[in-house]
C-alpha cells in the first residue's frame, strides 16, 4: 500500500474520475476494441465489424462497472482514417463513457482528432498517445482542436534505467502542456517479458512521488510476447488469460490509476481480478488513513459483501 507525500491530481473525463492517492479512486479499467485479430473484427480497412458482438461487450462491460464500481475507458483502434471514423462514431453512439483512440497509422490519428472536434465528442476523448515519434503536423492538429486529454508515453529506446525513463516522461509531459493537453495520464510504458518489464512498475511510483500526475498502464503487453506460454500444452487461451490478468493486478497494486487489459473479450476476468484486489487496496487505504490522522474520503467497493 502506498502513500505519497506529493498531491495528487485527480481528472474527470466523460464522468469517470482518474488519479488520486491509492484507495481515493477505484481503479479505473480500459478495455480495447477493433483490434487486429479481435473475434469482432472483418475488415480492418474498411471498419466493418459485428456490431451485435460488439454491442454485446459493451453491455458486458457496462454491466461490470455497475458491480464492481470501477469505471471503463474503452480504447479504439483504427488501422485508416475510415475505419477509426466508423469506430468512434459508432462507440458514440453505444457507449456513454470516456474512450481514447489510437492507431500506427498518423492519417487515422489525425482524422480521429477532427472527427471528435467536428462532433463535439472531443470531451469525452482521449488521444493515445503523445510521445517521442509525434510528428510536427499531427501535434499542430491536436494543439488546433477542443481535445485537452491525453496519455503521456515516457517511452524511449534509449531509456533503459529509471533516470533515463523520468527524463523521457518530463519531457514528453512539457511537450504536452506546449500543446494545450491538460488532463494527462502518464504512461511509463510496459515491454516485454525479458526486453524490459517491470521496470514501469518501478517508474509508475516515482511518476506519482515527482509529478502526482494520473497515470495508466498497458501491461497486457508484456506476456503477448512471453515464449513461454508459445510453448506446447501452455499456448492456448486460459495459459494467456492468466497472464494478462497477473499483468493486471500487478498494475494495480502499484498504484496504476487506470489499467489497460487489452481486448474487451476479457472484461468478466479483468474486471472480476481487480475487483478483488480493490478491496484490498480499500482496506489498506482505510487503515493508512487512520493511523496517519488523514481524513480522506476513500472508494467502498460495492463488492465488499
Not at 67 to 80: C, E, F
Not at 273 to 286: S, W
Request: glycine residues 8%; negative net charge; charged residues 20%.
Amino acid at each position: 500500500m502506498f502513500v505519497f507525500k506529493k498531491e495528487q491530481q485527480v481528472i474527470e473525463i466523460g464522468g469517470v474520475s482518474v488519479g488520486g492517492q491509492p484507495g481515493e479512486h477505484p481503479t479505473v479499467l480500459i478495455g480495447g476494441m477493433f483490434f487486429k485479430g479481435q473475434p469482432i473484427v472483418k475488415n480492418t480497412k474498411q471498419g466493418i465489424f459485428d456490431e451485435e458482438m460488439a454491442r454485446e461487450w459493451v453491455d458486458l462491460a457496462n454491466d461490470m462497472v455497475i458491480r464492481t464500481g470501477h469505471p471503463l475507458i474503452i480504447q479504439v483502434y483504427g488501422r485508416t482514417e475510415t475505419a477509426m471514423e466508423r469506430h468512434i462514431g459508432w462507440l458514440a453512439e453505444n457507449f456513454d463513457g470516456p474512450f481514447m483512440f489510437e492507431s500506427t497509422n498518423a492519417k487515422a490519428r489525425v482524422r480521429g482528432i477532427e472527427y471528435c472536434n467536428e462532433t463535439g465528442l472531443h470531451d469525452r476523448a482521449i488521444y493515445n498517445s503523445v510521445n517521442l515519434s509525434m510528428k510536427d503536423d499531427e501535434k499542430q492538429v491536436l494543439s488546433n482542436s477542443r481535445i485537452d486529454s491525453a496519455v503521456v508515453l515516457g517511452w524511449s529506446p534509449r531509456a533503459t534505467s529509471l533516470e533515463e525513463r523520468m527524463e523521457t516522461v518530463g519531457a514528453m509531459i512539457t511537450e504536452a502542456r506546449e500543446m494545450g493537453l491538460q488532463r494527462l495520464l502518464v504512461d511509463p510504458a510496459t515491454l516485454p517479458v525479458g526486453a524490459g518489464y517491470g521496470l514501469e512498475l518501478r517508474t509508475m511510483i516515482a511518476i506519482k512521488s515527482q509529478h502526482g500526475l494520473p497515470t495508466c498502464l498497458g501491461p497486457h503487453n508484456a506476456p503477448s510476447a512471453w515464449q513461454f506460454i508459445k510453448q506446447p500444452g501452455l499456448d492456448d487461451e486460459p495459459a494467456h488469460l492468466s497472464a494478462v490478468v497477473a499483468a493486471t493486478v500487478a498494475a494495480q497494486l502499484f498504484a496504476t490509476d487506470a489499467v489497460m487489459y487489452g481486448s474487451m473479450a476479457r472484461t468478466r476476468e479483468a474486471f472480476i481480478a481487480v475487483a478483488l484486489i480493490g478491496n484490498a487496496l480499500a482496506a489498506t487505504a482505510a487503515e493508512a488513513s487512520h493511523a496517519l490522522g488523514v481524513d480522506r474520503q476513500l472508494f467502498e467497493p460495492p463488492t465488499s459483501f
